[in-house]
């Protein structure tokens, strides 16, 4: 990457002087956070708060009458939705809908990157969910959310790319700007968008392995776990050490090894899937 180098040291900084124009969080996300805020809201104002948004509304009661959600009575409004799926995991899965459209571009070169990059947060995402089930103290679908949210910093980076003439770097330049660069960033894009300290530091440590909460399995474990297995299959994996990766040993008694994250994987094949089909991934 030396002939680049330069290139991606001033994007990057760039970005973190605010010299770029980090993508903005969807208004329907905003209005969200700030109705939940109080204390007093209700289902409807989140209903319809909702509504305005069709693509929003449309996404949530395709979800509510998937299979992951089987109830006896399909949902045919928002507000029987949210009932059935409760008001954290509407809050998540408009989030997780949000990031979406964020990758939506006209520019041939990195709307091909960008829908690279939505197909594999969507896998590592539906991996996430799956993971956290398994556990008792993670919420299935904020682990959806963090999974999708690990790599966010990817965006700016291949936007700020495309002004720089993409199409004239090779893969392997944009790969290791991507290594380099897209947890750096994606710090300065979820101070920006206000988001959690848990969502902030699954973003801070994606992929780092060596990661210790030095106490029960977290968020950043679950999210670094499902990184791992959605790489099973590619030649990017080289399974860790138990004694280097504190997220496989606390998983359970005998810690995760390949073998069982392969069992993992085909146990939870279903919901997996239909996760991605969900997402568009």
């Given at each position: 990457?030396?002939?680049?180098?330069?290139?991606?040291?001033?994007?990057?900084?760039?970005?973190?002087?605010?010299?770029?124009?980090?993508?903005?969080?969807?208004?329907?996300?905003?209005?969200?956070?700030?109705?939940?805020?109080?204390?007093?809201?209700?289902?409807?104002?989140?209903?319809?708060?909702?509504?305005?948004?069709?693509?929003?509304?449309?996404?949530?009661?395709?979800?509510?009458?998937?299979?992951?959600?089987?109830?006896?009575a399909s949902p045919?409004?928002?507000?029987?939705?949210?009932?059935?799926?409760?008001?954290?995991?509407?809050?998540?899965?408009?989030?997780?809908?949000?990031?979406?459209?964020?990758?939506?571009?006209?520019?041939?070169?990195?709307?091909?990157?960008?829908?690279?990059h939505w197909q594999?947060?969507?896998?590592?995402?539906?991996?996430?969910?799956?993971?956290?089930?398994?556990?008792?103290?993670?919420?299935?679908?904020?682990?959806?959310?963090?999974?999708?949210?690990?790599?966010?910093?990817?965006?700016?980076?291949?936007?700020?790319?495309?002004?720089?003439?993409?199409?004239?770097?090779?893969?392997?330049?944009?790969?290791?700007?991507?290594?380099?660069?897209?947890?750096?960033?994606?710090?300065?894009?979820?101070?920006?968008?206000?988001?959690?300290?848990?969502?902030?530091?699954?973003?801070?440590?994606?992929?780092?392995?060596?990661?210790?909460?030095?106490?029960?399995?977290?968020?950043?474990?679950?999210?670094?776990?499902?990184?791992?297995?959605?790489?099973?299959?590619?030649?990017?994996?080289?399974?860790?050490?138990?004694?280097?990766?504190?997220?496989?040993?606390?998983?359970?008694?005998?810690?995760?090894?390949?073998?069982?994250?392969?069992?993992?994987?085909?146990?939870?094949?279903?919901?997996?899937?239909?996760?991605?089909?969900?997402?568009?991934?």
């Open positions: 990457m030396k002939t680049s180098s330069g290139l991606f040291t001033r994007i990057y900084q760039d970005i973190i002087n605010d010299h770029v124009n980090l993508p903005h969080l969807p208004d329907i996300t905003i209005k969200l956070r700030k109705a939940l805020s109080n204390d007093n809201y209700s289902i409807d104002t989140i209903a319809r708060i909702i509504q305005t948004d069709v693509s929003s509304s449309a996404y949530l009661l395709n979800i509510a009458n998937s299979a992951l959600y089987k109830t006896r045919s409004d928002i507000q029987s939705a949210i009932r059935i799926m409760g008001i954290s995991t509407v809050r998540n899965l408009v989030n997780a809908h949000a990031l979406k459209s964020i990758t939506l571009t006209d520019k041939a070169t990195t709307k091909k990157y960008l829908n690279a594999r947060s969507a896998y590592l995402a539906a991996i996430a969910n799956a993971i956290a089930k398994m556990v008792d103290n993670i919420d299935p679908d904020l682990a959806l959310l963090a999974g999708l949210l690990s790599g966010v910093g990817a965006l700016p980076v291949l936007m700020k790319l495309d002004e720089n003439d993409l199409i004239n770097l090779t893969e392997q330049d944009i790969q290791e700007a991507l290594n380099t660069y897209t947890a750096k960033v994606g710090i300065v894009l979820a101070r920006k968008w206000q988001l959690n300290q848990d969502l902030q530091l699954v973003i801070k440590n994606s992929g780092n392995l060596a990661y210790d909460s030095e106490d029960q399995i977290d968020l950043v474990d679950v999210v670094n776990i499902a990184k791992l297995l959605s790489q099973i299959g590619t030649h990017k994996i080289q399974w860790p050490r138990l004694e280097d990766s504190p997220c496989l040993r606390k998983f359970s008694e005998d810690g995760l090894t390949m073998e069982t994250s392969i069992e993992l994987l085909k146990e939870a094949r279903a919901d997996i899937g239909e996760i991605k089909k969900i997402l568009g991934g």
